[in-house]
């Protein structure tokens, strides 16, 4: 990979920051946006700016084409087998809510079990809350183990014939934890129970076959992986898909309206309401042409390499506490502390350096209670950053101790 290639990609790595040069490490809130995705974009409003399927103008059959080549290209990349199971959302919490809502309606009655983890965002947990209150089911966690990995003994521990639906993450947004999808899917499926996956942070940063890991649904966001924001995917297999009612209605989805009921057209159709993110859908198209052409493989090496260095680095700082696995174990985020600074007051100090990063509970409280802290900091890596950004965050932290009168 030619990192200052692709670094010249991305025009806002031009960007001051307070004066100094842009180290951005907060990939995992959004990634960065390469000039070839923006200008895919604009390119619709330019050229074929029109709504898509009903039209028969020319301009409404060139933006159909150019939406649906996208659906295609999202088909092959996650390697879903049709194309009716690729679902345009607005994001991956839109795409866990749809499933909470739809199979939850379909398939949780009284006395049923919806089995999480306590690793999870929040999007990933208060949908399937209000689908216990609103079935009179269970929610049930899975533990965590003390290096802050998921065991396959403890998934099984927690499944039992109640258990209808196992949510989990892919990849944790705060540990970093790699999670085994496909060993977790086998066992939901041999307890008869359906699995779905948050794979927002597991998309932008490694290869994913939806057959191969046999996961029944699959959600993530465009703008993890350097696509635009408002739009996002909800994979699903084609013949639960076609079991469930839709949760929004109007527009292309409907086949027509009675006086007194209506029918819904196919998937995935069926499942997007309205007109839809057309730019958007255009513009992810361009992204995954981006990250394919450098290759995912090559993508997921290159981040391991970075976490590695940046894990063993921040190690070496006094009074940086890091949570979750070992570098070898978690994606290419790290997520700590540092003792007798707040994550604001720490985030604030970086980003005075031109260093951007995360703080805060992103999103996953429960999460945050396990670790026994509010709040944390979380710098997040991807493809346009360097060895050198690592050295100039382990500079920025250093600044900030002595900014804060460090004692040890």
């Not at 030619?2 to 010249?8: E, V």
């Not at 920051?17 to 409003?45: C, F, M, R």
């Not at 709040?375 to 920025?396: M, P, V």
Request: hydrophobic share 40%.
């Amino acid at each position: 990979m030619d990192i200052q290639k692709i670094r010249s990609d991305f025009d806002i790595l031009n960007e001051k920051v307070n004066g100094k040069d842009l180290n951005y490490l907060d990939t995992s809130a959004t990634s960065l946006t390469p000039n070839v995705v923006v200008n895919k974009q604009v390119e619709y409003y330019k050229k074929y700016n029109a709504n898509v399927h009903r039209g028969v103008h020319t301009l409404g059959s060139l933006a159909t084409d150019h939406y649906e080549q996208a659906r295609m290209k999202v088909r092959k990349f996650i390697g879903a087998k049709r194309f009716e199971e690729i679902v345009f959302t607005r994001g991956t919490t839109a795409s866990l809510n749809m499933i909470a809502r739809a199979l939850g309606d379909l398939v949780i009655n009284e006395g049923d079990e919806i089995v999480v983890t306590e690793m999870e965002h929040h999007a990933n947990i208060v949908p399937w809350q209000e689908v216990a209150k609103r079935k009179n089911a269970k929610l049930v966690f899975v533990p965590i183990e003390e290096d802050g990995t998921i065991a396959e003994e403890s998934v099984q521990s927690v499944m039992s014939e109640k258990t209808k639906i196992l949510a989990i993450t892919h990849v944790s947004n705060v540990l970093g934890t790699i999670n085994d999808i496909k060993t977790f899917a086998k066992i939901a499926h041999d307890h008869g129970a359906y699995i779905v996956v948050d794979g927002a942070q597991a998309v932008p940063h490694m290869k994913v076959d939806v057959v191969d890991l046999d996961v029944d649904f699959y959600a993530f966001s465009a703008h993890k992986m350097l696509g635009p924001t408002g739009i996002g995917v909800l994979y699903g297999k084609v013949e639960l898909l076609e079991q469930m009612e839709p949760t929004e209605y109007g527009g292309d989805m409907i086949d027509y309206v009675y006086k007194e009921t209506s029918t819904w057209t196919d998937l995935p159709v069926k499942f997007e309401a309205g007109t839809p993110m057309i730019a958007e859908a255009i513009a992810l198209g361009a992204a995954i042409d981006y990250l394919e052409e450098i290759g995912m493989d090559n993508i997921h090496d290159y981040e391991e390499e970075l976490v590695k260095y940046a894990y063993n680095r921040m190690s070496e700082v006094e009074g940086i506490q890091i949570y979750g696995p070992s570098s070898d174990k978690r994606a290419g985020l790290i997520t700590f502390n540092m003792d007798g600074v707040h994550p604001h007051d720490l985030a604030t100090a970086l980003d005075s350096e031109g260093i951007a990063v995360r703080a805060g509970h992103h999103c996953a409280q429960p999460l945050m209670k396990w670790l026994g802290t509010n709040s944390t900091a979380r710098a997040s890596f991807y493809i346009y950053n360097t060895k050198e950004d690592i050295d100039s965050l382990i500079k920025g932290l250093e600044r900030t101790k002595e900014f804060f009168s460090y004692e040890f």
